[in-house]
């Protein structure tokens, strides 16, 4: 099956700092979704970005479908923003998921005041 | 509009004893999936469900059962439980519609002793 690998794993930061997280795949994807994961263990979407650009606030990503790969980038980090950042692909033709996301090992991002 | 909604919160299991973890959702989605997340781990897909009786299996089936008798419900039974399936396990929905985000329930902590 398809393959998700995030860097960095871990990533600690002070507020206000700006970041970047990766997301690589190992096949073509037509569904990519990125979460967060508060520290309480609820997940959020942030963005369904199987391709081009989006923005929403402080955090905004990009996926370059034909190089398999995706970017989160958070600005002005707060300490809000700390938890688990999960990539999420589906392989599936076409823009409908199923529900069947393979997920990435996430990046677990600290932000200290 | 509660999105999705899993019962119970935490449930604490000894092995051999059969329990069926709840998931409900009201925005008459189409797919629903049932995730396991193990420590240090991204979500792992168990089963899914494209609507009302299909079901189907996803990466990690073994030791459980579900059914999708109306749009709205999808349970997740575990017959005969394992220490192995100690994880927090997650529900999710999505519409039968291109290019929509997954919802996520808050998560079922569930331990096996």
């Known amino acids: 099956g398809i393959q998700v690998e995030q860097s960095p794993p871990d990533l600690i930061l002070q507020e206000g700092a700006n970041s970047t997280l990766r997301c690589n795949f190992s096949d073509s994807v037509n569904n990519l979704q990125w979460f967060h994961q508060n520290p309480w263990g609820q997940l959020i979407n942030l963005f369904y970005?199987?391709?081009g650009t989006k923005q929403n606030g402080r955090l905004s990503a990009t996926t370059v479908a034909t190089e398999r790969y995706s970017l989160l980038y958070i600005s002005s980090s707060q300490t809000t923003d700390s938890g688990v950042y999960f990539c999420?692909?589906?392989?599936?033709?076409?823009?409908?998921?199923?529900?069947?996301?393979?997920f990435g090992q996430g990046t677990i991002l600290t932000v200290h005041p | 509009n509660a999105g999705v909604t899993q019962t119970p919160k935490f449930q604490v299991l000894k092995t051999g004893q059969s329990m069926t973890l709840q998931c409900a959702q009201d925005?008459?989605?189409?797919?629903m999936s049932w995730y396991r997340q193990d420590p240090g781990m991204g979500l792992r897909l168990i089963h899914y469900s494209v609507g009302a009786g299909i079901t189907d299996q996803g990466e990690v089936p073994n030791g459980y059962n579900v059914s999708r008798s109306t749009t709205e419900d999808f349970p997740l039974r575990l017959l005969s439980a394992a220490p192995s399936q100690t994880s927090v396990y997650f529900c999710?929905?999505?519409?039968?519609?291109?290019?929509?985000?997954?919802?996520f329930g808050d998560g079922t902590r569930l331990s096996i002793l």
């Open positions: 925005m008459n989605h189409e797919y």
């Open positions: 999420a692909v589906d392989p599936n033709a076409g823009g409908t998921s199923y529900g069947k996301l393979t």
């Open positions: 999710a929905s999505s519409p039968y519609r291109d290019y929509q985000p997954q919802h």
């Open positions: 970005i199987p391709s």
